[in-house]
């Protein structure tokens, strides 16, 4: 089955300074790459998503670049702030719907 | 629009007690999904269900059964309570097509002493 690795597990950036999340999968049949947040208690909730045609996509501070031939994706967030400040999770979507996560990464944005 | 609504958002379980978790959504999604997450970690996969009728295995299925009879409910039970499935339980859905967003409930924090 799919397995995700997502790197680092803790992030700790100054406000307005940028921050970078990796995650690596393991099937190649992998189409669908979503990233969550996950605020203390909360629900985690989409934030972005990215189609395996597709090898970057933007939404205002936040990116996300796919590597298919490397089958590694990132999440990038630029000047951020201190309402970024969550777990973010990585995600891979291959054959059969399953949603398989990464471990998570906790960001802590420093004012 | 309520979206995917889980009961208890609580419990206390004795060991060797037994309880169902319920999920429900009212969005028409074809795919439902349990995961548990335990504290500083992952969401793991436990059941999945792509349709009224249909359930399978995800990566940590032991000590867990699910049923789907109808498109909107997905309840998640388990049967012998472990200290080993103190954990936050978030059930998920999604429509037919793969390539879109999980709506996940609001979670249940289960603990079992």
């Known amino acids: 089955g799919e397995n995700v690795e997502q790197h680092p597990s803790t992030l700790s950036v100054q406000e307005g300074d940028s921050a970078v999340i990796k995650c690596t999968y393991s099937?190649?049949?992998?189409?669908?790459f979503p990233w969550y947040k996950q605020e203390l208690g909360k629900r985690p909730q989409l934030i972005i998503d990215i189609r395996s045609n597709v090898g970057e996509k933007k939404d205002q501070r936040i990116a996300v670049t796919l590597n298919k031939t490397a089958k590694h994706f990132s999440l990038h967030i630029t000047e951020t702030q201190p309402e970024d400040s969550a777990v973010y999770f990585c995600?891979?979507?291959?054959?059969?719907?399953?949603?398989?996560f990464g471990g998570g990464t906790r960001v802590l944005v420093k004012p | 629009n309520a979206g995917v609504t889980q009961t208890p958002k609580f419990r206390i379980l004795k060991i060797g007690q037994s309880m169902t978790l319920q999920c429900a959504q009212d969005?028409?999604?074809?795919?439902m999904y349990w995961y548990r997450q335990d504290p500083g970690m992952g969401l793991k996969l436990i059941y999945y269900?792509?349709?009224?009728?249909?359930?399978d295995k995800g990566e940590v299925p032991n000590g867990y059964n699910v049923s789907r009879s109808t498109t909107e409910d997905f309840p998640l039970r388990l049967e012998l309570a472990a200290p080993s499935q103190t954990s936050v339980y978030f059930c998920a859905s999604n429509i037919m097509e793969m390539n879109t967003e999980a709506f996940f409930g609001q979670g249940t924090r289960l603990t079992v002493v």
């Open positions: 995600a891979a979507k291959a054959a059969g719907n399953k949603l398989t």
């Open positions: 269900s792509v349709g009224a009728g249909i359930t």
């Open positions: 969005m028409n999604h074809n795919y």
């Open positions: 099937d190649s049949a992998s189409n669908y």
